[in-house]
Structure formats: C-alpha cells, structure tokens
C-alpha cells in the first residue's frame, strides 16, 4: 500500500467543463456522523503554485477532524488539461460546480468552499450562482479586488522589462487598452487572455451577494507589526456588515428579539440595525 493510500489521499482527474482536472481528495480519517466537505478554490497564477504546501497541510489536519477535503487544479493550471491562455473565468466556475457535486455524490452534506487570496472572488461568484447548497464559507487572505489584483499581476510584466528602453516601457493602462482590444499578453510565464483579464478585473467581494450561507469565515493575517486589518480589509467587512439584513434577521431570532445584544453580535450599532430591518421589510 502506497503512503497516499495510508493516508486516504486519492489522486484522479475530475471531468470538467473544458477538459480533465487534476484533483486530489483527502478522505476523513474519522467518522463524525456530520459529512462535512470543504473544495479549496487556490489562488491566481504563480500564487497557486506557492499554496499548494499550505494547502497540504490543511487538508490533513481537517481529515484528521473528520472532513473531507478537495483540492483540483483549475482548467489551464497545473496538472490540469488546457493551457493558461485557454482559460476563462466562466470554465473555472463551471469546474468547481463539477467539485461540489463529486463532493456531494460522496455523501457529504455538509458543504463548504475555502478561497485563498483571488480564489475567494471565484467563492463568491461560486456561491451566488451555485444550485448546490453551501453552507459556509472561508476567504482566507482574500483579495478584495479583482481591479487591484489584475494591476498588480501587470506590474509583473513592468518589473521584468524595467531595463528596456525608454521607448520601448510600458504601463498597466497601456496593457489594459491591449487587452481590451482583444491582444493576449505573456506575464510571467503565464499567456493572459482578455476574456479572462475582463472577468478578474470586475470580480469584487463586496459586489457579491453572500447571505446563501450560514456562515461566512474571513481570514485576514497581518506582519509582523500590524494593529489589525488593511484599509481595504477593513472597508470590504464594514460594507458586508452593513449590508447583512439577512444576518440581522437570523441573529435577532437567535436572541430573542433583543436588538440590543443582536448589534453587539453583529459589531453594530442599533442604528444602523434599525436600518437594516428597514431594507429587509
């Protein structure tokens, strides 16, 4: 028996909307009763591939508690069939469905998705469109941007073409006008396509509508020698509260009817719970 088998780790590929994916499942190593089963959804380009230990160690520590767990490398990534170039934001979404039903066609009920860094827009856009039901959700280090997360991945390109010429420089906006006039452009080794530049560059957590879960997760790490959260952290989770009229409904229940502690509950004020009862009615 091979330590994969040992361990309850099996390898296959999954069929996608658009070819083969390579998938690895980790299966509980307890039995709980609860069925509980977690798709990881990895991050953009060259950060997928610098998760791929984190994400070997969660997934064992959370079969070691009972939970299986699914990691599959998207359409034109990894082990994956395809190429980068033929990616598309609408495949990968049609791919991680094809997750949660091999996840759900094992038994297991209870559903939730783990979205590392840009891999919790693709949550997001996942949960609001998804026919499965999900439970719960984690953004773990979540970009809240995909605007900001497509700048950043251009700048790529500009830091190795530093030492060019001065006529020969170029800028983000400049990429951005070539993407949107239909070019492909090599970044890093990866070919962007502009279907898939247009898709990143409009996904936003906050444009997402999360009140499908029961419970959503955000797992925020700071250095070393932070107070708390980003700016952009802390402005996306204020938007998200004030716009939960659902969580104020559920939490309102739960206590009783005590708008009180509800907004202690929910980080609010009565005020601004007050209003959220308003747009809910």
Known sequence: ???????????????????RLFSLYRSP????????????????????????????MLGTRLAEQGVGVLLT????????????????????????????GWLAHRGLRQLTVLGLRTGALLAGDLIANSPQRI??????????????????????RLAANMTAEPDARESTGGLRERLAAGEFLEIAGYTLSPELAAALDTAGLT?????????????????????????????????????????????????????????????VNRRTLYRREERAQ
């Open 1 to 19: 028996m091979t330590t994969a088998a040992r361990l309850g780790t099996e390898a296959f590929f999954l069929p996608g909307s658009a070819g």
């Open 29 to 56: 190593r307890v039995a709980d009763g609860r069925h509980r089963g977690v798709l990881l959804i990895p991050p953009f380009a060259e950060e997928m591939n610098k998760s791929r230990p984190m994400f070997t």
């Open 73 to 100: 490398d998207l359409y034109g990534t990894g082990d994956s069939e395809g190429d980068f170039a033929d990616a598309r934001w609408e495949i990968w979404l049609r791919d991680l469905q094809a997750g949660l």
């Open 135 to 156: 439970g719960a959700a984690v953004l773990w280090q979540p970009v809240v941007s995909g605007r900001s997360a497509l700048t950043q991945f251009l700048r790529l």
């Open 207 to 267: 444009a997402q509508d999360w009140h499908r879960l029961e419970r959503l997760y955000w797992l925020d790490v700071g250095g070393i020698q932070s107070t708390g959260p980003t700016p952009a952290t802390s402005k996306a989770v204020a938007e998200l509260r004030e716009r939960g009229d659902l969580d104020a409904e559920r939490v309102l229940e739960e206590c009783g009817g005590s708008k009180l502690e509800a907004a202690r509950i929910l980080g």
